[in-house]
């Protein structure tokens, strides 16, 4: 609903300090830009810019290579914005099988998913990993990086929200090595792709 996302840009320049604002409304855009508006239709407003802005600040530092990950229940007086959920959030380097994988992992946990929000987003980092910029996807000097915002079934009390959480980042780790694995494998037989794509 581009109405919808104006309104949520509109909210970002009233809220945020005017150094920041240019980089978070092109985050915004990018964060809601390509989902279904029926999706979003039940959340207020101002719980889709804490979702947002929450989001972001989770990525403000993150070296290649390492995802960041953080599943909380949020509340008003915590941190600024609720859900009736709990919240995965993750930031990593695009890769394949991210959101099938946590999607497993909440089902294994036997927990039923009620909202992702998944957008690849163009970013550049300096070379502590802090975040410098929000660029056009496919931008030059920019990264393509995975953002996923999942809404599962509460989970109650800090022990079982932690060892969701372990769960989610074991997945992560075990989702980067089997793409590295891969990567390498078809690195390694060029010759016989080729004699392949020659036989058919």
Do not use: C
Not at 6 to 19: S, Y
Not at 149 to 178: K, M, N, P, Q, Y
């Amino acid at each position: 609903d581009p109405q919808r996302l104006a309104e949520l840009v509109a909210m970002v320049r009233t809220k945020v300090a005017p150094d920041e604002r240019a980089t978070i409304e092109a985050f915004v855009a990018a964060y809601y830009g390509k989902v279904d508006p029926e999706d979003l239709a039940d959340h207020p407003l101002a719980d889709l810019y804490g979702a947002a802005l929450s989001h972001f600040n989770l990525g403000r530092k993150r070296l290649p290579g390492h995802a960041r990950v953080r599943v909380s229940n949020p509340a008003i007086e915590d941190q600024g914005w609720q859900s009736t959920h709990t919240i995965v959030e993750i930031v990593n380097d695009d890769m394949s099988f991210l959101v099938d994988s946590v999607t497993m992992e909440a089902n294994r946990h036997g927990l039923t998913l009620h909202l992702i929000v998944h957008p690849i987003i163009g970013v550049t980092r300096a070379a502590d990993g802090t975040l410098t910029g929000v660029t056009a996807e496919g931008a030059a000097g920019g990264q393509r990086e995975s953002f996923i915002h999942v809404e599962v079934d509460r989970v109650s009390g800090h022990a079982a929200l932690e060892a969701f959480a372990t769960d989610v980042a074991r997945v992560l780790a075990d989702v980067r090595s089997a793409v590295a694995d891969w990567k390498a494998m078809q690195d390694t037989a060029p010759e016989r792709r080729i004699l392949r794509i020659e036989a058919h």
